[in-house]
């Protein structure tokens, strides 16, 4: 299929690398969490609990992000099974059970897209479901799965009008000087679904290509943060990893952020969009790309075929967490193809199972082996799947953070984080930032940013 306007002539402009020189989100060193507890963060302060619900009632299927109760963060992801007393981070499984995102008022369902739902946990438990009613004996602790919604903060709007959308965007942008206000209130208000309704309104009353016409009036940050409000979700993700492999250097940050965290019917049309869109193999351009056990890492990624059965087995887990022990902990080298194959295979609710196995095992947290074993972007993408599995939106907070954090602002990772994320789970991202970061997302964008592109990256992300 292909996308009207896109790419337009004269193309857009190149993601710079991620993260800007001087600016890599590294991880601290194994064993260092820099996450600090907040008072009501993950767990629940007190002991607070969340009442179990049976496995089944878990994560969406295709559709919708299968999103694990939690994100861990660099070194030490909140939510990473803790040793040694360290403080935990959000979404790790923490003693007995698993910590879960504090629930809110921000936590409502959302049914556009498929809303996402989180494995956590309450007090262990023997779910209904394990098989024969009975879990093994040396499995203390078993989390038990309740189902949290996450929400956008970008939802369709109501008493939509496509035709009345174009006409405003046409005023805004017709004779001397550009109304960037009008479009602001606009793109910022409606869903993707919405936006391609109002392009090709726009085409049929006018005659005119509406990208075309933005690109003329726009220009920097902003003219960048339209036009990805505009690309279908899937062509964006497509676009954003042809651009991370075009012309000298790859980003590897780019291709974990999208491949690493995507469902596998994402990541299928993923795939089929950049095939037809752009006429290449994505797998052939990732193997030109990358090498070694990053490369396999990322091919195994490209196959969107992780299961995506929600009933956790954790007799399972925890052969897979004495296995991952024996291929990295608890021998001489690492064997890297069975992190890969567990990790690249299993579910997010099985992996997060998995996590907490290990940690009774090896008496470290499985974030901290990965960063003892492996190093580069394997590294990286190993412990992104990880980070996904305990808590996703403390995952993309990180990234916004060090998107911010220090000289320089690396625009092409924010913009791509807020527009990917604003119509899934930007809500719980901006708890999680909270949480993490003493700050808020909206203050941090607000001191970073300026113009109509601070204008419009707040009015996406709410106050």
């Not at 496995?55 to 295709?62: E, M, Q, T």
């Not at 910022?188 to 009353?205: E, G, L, P, V």
């Not at 291709?255 to 950049?274: D, P």
């Not at 799947?385 to 220090?406: D, T």
Request: with cysteine; glycine share 12%; hydrophobic share 35%.
């Amino acid at each position: 299929m292909s996308y009207p306007g896109y790419p337009p002539s004269g193309g857009y402009p190149a993601f710079p690398g991620y993260p800007p020189t001087g600016q890599e989100s590294v991880y601290p060193p194994a064993g260092q969490y820099t996450y600090p507890a907040v008072p009501g963060g993950y767990p629940p302060a007190g002991g607070g609990t969340y009442p179990a619900a049976p496995p089944s009632a878990g994560y969406p299927g295709s559709a919708g992000y299968p999103a694990p109760g939690g994100y861990p963060a660099p070194g030490s992801y909140p939510g990473a099974p803790q040793a040694g007393g360290m403080p935990p981070y959000p979404g790790a499984p923490t003693g007995p059970g698993f910590g879960v995102p504090p629930a809110g008022a921000g936590f409502g369902g959302y049914l556009q897209p498929p809303a996402q739902s989180y494995a956590g946990g309450g007090p262990a438990q023997i779910p209904v479901g394990y098989p024969g009613g009975q879990a093994p004996s040396p499995m203390p602790g078993l989390p038990a799965a309740i189902v949290q919604c996450t929400q956008g903060t970008i939802q369709a709007a109501p008493n939509f009008d496509a035709g009345r959308d174009a006409e405003i965007l046409r005023k805004a942008m017709k004779g001397f000087g550009t109304d960037e206000q009008a479009i602001i209130n606009v793109v910022a208000n409606r869903s993707n679904d919405q936006r391609q309704k109002i392009k090709a309104a726009f085409k049929t009353m006018y005659g005119k290509d509406l990208i075309k016409d933005l690109k003329s009036e726009l220009s920097g940050n902003v003219e960048e943060l339209i036009l990805a409000l505009f690309m279908p979700s899937t062509y964006y993700d497509a676009w954003s990893l042809r651009h991370a492999m075009k012309g000298a250097g790859t980003q590897e940050r780019v291709l974990i952020e999208i491949l690493c965290t995507r469902t596998n019917q994402e990541i299928r049309e993923i795939v089929n969009c950049y095939k037809s869109e752009f006429g290449r193999d994505i797998e052939q351009d990732i193997r030109a790309d990358t090498s070694g056990h990053f490369e396999r890492l990322l091919i195994s990624m490209c196959q969107g075929n992780r299961d995506e059965n929600q009933t956790v087995d954790y007799q399972k887990a925890q052969e897979d967490a004495q296995r991952l022990y024996q291929a990295g902990e608890g021998k001489l080298g690492t064997d890297e193809s069975c992190f890969n194959m567990v990790l690249a295979s299993r579910s997010f609710p099985q992996l997060k199972a998995t996590v907490e196995a290990y940690s009774r095992i090896a008496n470290r947290d499985l974030l901290s082996s990965i960063d003892r074993e492996f190093s580069g972007n394997v590294e990286r993408g190993l412990k992104t799947i990880v980070q996904c599995a305990l808590n996703r939106p403390a995952f993309f907070a990180e990234r916004l953070y060090y998107s911010m954090k220090g000289a320089g602002t690396d625009d092409s990772t924010l913009i791509r984080i807020i527009v990917t994320r604003s119509e899934i789970d930007l809500v719980q991202i901006k708890q999680m930032f909270t949480q993490m970061y003493q700050k808020t997302l909206a203050t941090m964008i607000a001191s970073d940013t300026s113009g109509d592109y601070r204008r419009l990256l707040l009015a996406i992300v709410g106050q």
